[in-house]
DNA sequence: ACCTGAACACCGTTCAAGT
DNA sequence: ACCTGAACACCGTTCAAGT
C-alpha cells in the first residue's frame, strides 16, 4: 500500500473546457491513485461526499472504470482508512516507556481522526481489518512490554483498542455533524451546552452540572487523560 | 433536533385500553407506532433493511406519510435507538456499590447491543443526543457516588462511556457484518482467525499469536474484564 | 389535521461495447 | 488488459392533491 503517486487536480482552472476536448488523464488509473483520490475527496467533502460519481469525475474517468481497481466502496474506504493509519503508526518513534509508546500511538491516532474524522467510521465499521489489525499490534506489543501476563493480554489489548476506538467514533460523529450543519467546535459545543442546560434539572442532573463548562474542555487533554486511567489500572492489576 | 418529546413505552401492557378520549382510530398513525415498526425492522433485516418504503409498506401507507411524524431518517433512528436505551436503563435495580451498579449498566448495556446490533452505530452517530446523555447521566451519578474529586468527573466519565461505546461499536460492526455475509458467531470469528493466521509472521507475531484463541474467548467477559481494568484506575488514582 | 403516491435528485453497481 | 457510459434497481425527501 505505498501511496507516493504525485498527480495534480485542476479544480481551480475555471475556464470551462471547449465543448470538444473531454478532460484528460495524465497517466493511467492505478489502484494508489484511486485511493489517494478518495482521501482527498474525504477530507475535503466528508463522508457523504465520497461518490463513485464524484470520484470519476475527479479522475476524469467513469464510474464502472473504478471497479476494475477496487471491489466496491467498502473495499475502497477501507483502503482509504488503511493508508491514514499506516502513515500515522509509521511516524511514532517510540517512546521511553511502554506506557509512554502507549500514550504517544494514542495521540497520534487522535490526532489523525481529528483531522480524518471519517477514519473514525471506518475503524468502526471494519473489525478485524488490516487498519484495526495494525493498531491491535501495536498496543499488543507495548502491553506485553508492560510485563502484562499472557492469560490477561487480550483483555487489556481490547480496553485500550475500544476506548481509542470509542473517543475516535464520538469525534468522527462531531466533525461529521459540524461539517454538514456549517458550523465550527466551538459553535457545535455552545449548541450542545444550551441543549443539556434545557434538560430536566432533577432527571439530568449530573449532565447538566456539566452543560457550562463543556464549551470550555479540551478533548484532548480528556482523551489523553481516559489513556492514563486505563494504564493506572493495568498497572495496579498486575504489579510487580 | 425535536427528539426531546417524552413518549411512553408500552411494550407489556398489550391490553391497556386508552382511558382519555381518543379521536384518533385505533390503528391511524403515531409516532411511537412508526418508532415500534422501525425498531422490529432493523432488529429483523438489519441496519440496512430500515428505509421509508419498506417501513410505510409495513405501516400500510405511504413514505409521504411518515414525514409528519418523523423529521427524517436520523430522527427516525435516533428515536428508535433511544426507546431501547431507555427501557435497557429502567431496567436497572442497582448494585450493592457504585461498581458494581457501572458494571451492571454496563452489561446491560453489552446486552443490549447485542440484541439490537444497530443500537450501537446509532449511539456512536448520535454524539451528545438524548440516548447518550442517558448512559451519561447513569455513569456520571456512579462516578460521582464512587468519591471521584469534581475536578476528575467529566475525564472519569467520559473512559467508561467511550469504552462503553467503542465496545458498542464494534459489536455492531460484527453483527452487521454476520448479517449480510449470512453466518453466525462462530463462522465469523474461525473466518477472523484464519485470516489473521495468514498475516505476515514477523510484521504481526502479538496479533497472529492470539489467532487461535480468538474463535473461544467469551466477548462478554472480555468487556467486564476492561471495565474492572478502568474501575482499578480510577481506584488506583483517587484512593482514599 | 393528516395521508397519498407520484416525482425528483440522487446512489452503488453492472455490463455490453469499445480500445 | 483496461476503460466507457448508459442502464438498473434502488435510496431519502418533497409536494400537489386528496380526506
New binding site residues.
Given amino acids: 500500500m505505498n501511496i507516493g503517486t504525485t498527480f495534480h487536480l485542476c479544480q481551480d482552472a475555471v475556464m470551462a473546457p471547449k465543448k470538444t476536448s ?1 478532460p ?2 495524465e497517466d ?3 489502484r494508489d491513485r484511486i485511493i489517494e483520490a478518495a482521501i482527498e475527496l474525504l477530507d475535503s467533502t466528508g463522508e ?7 470520484l ?1 469525475e475527479r ?11 477496487v ?6 474506504v477501507n483502503a482509504a482508512c488503511d493508508a491514514i493509519v499506516a502513515r500515522t503508526l509509521a511516524d511514532g518513534a517510540g517512546g521511553a516507556t511502554p506506557g509512554d509508546s502507549i500514550r504517544e500511538l494514542a495521540l497520534a491516532l487522535f490526532d489523525a481522526i481529528d483531522r480524518h474524522p471519517w477514519v473514525g467510521s471506518a475503524l468502526a465499521a471494519a473489525h478485524g481489518q488490516l487498519p484495526m489489525v495494525r493498531i491491535l499490534e501495536r498496543i499488543g506489543r507495548q502491553v506485553r512490554a508492560l510485563g502484562v501476563p499472557e492469560e490477561a493480554q487480550w483483555a487489556t489489548v481490547s480496553v485500550l483498542l475500544n476506548y481509542i476506538l470509542g473517543v475516535g467514533g464520538q469525534n468522527a460523529a462531531n466533525g461529521q455533524f459540524a461539517r454538514t450543519h456549517g458550523i465550527d467546535r466551538d459553535a457545535f459545543l455552545a449548541a450542545l451546552s444550551s441543549r443539556w442546560l434545557a434538560l430536566d434539572p432533577e432527571e439530568f442532573a449530573f449532565t447538566r452540572s456539566f452543560a457550562d463548562r463543556l464549551p470550555a474542555h479540551d478533548d484532548r487533554a480528556d482523551f489523553l487523560a481516559g489513556i492514563d486511567v486505563i494504564l493506572d489500572g493495568i498497572a495496579s492489576a498486575h504489579a510487580r
Fill in positions: 473531454t484528460r488523464r493511467s488509473l492505478t457523504g461526499g465520497l461518490t463513485f460519481r464524484s470519476s479522475l476524469a474517468t467513469g464510474p464502472g472504470a473504478l471497479y476494475w481497481h471491489a466496491n466502496k467498502d473495499d475502497l
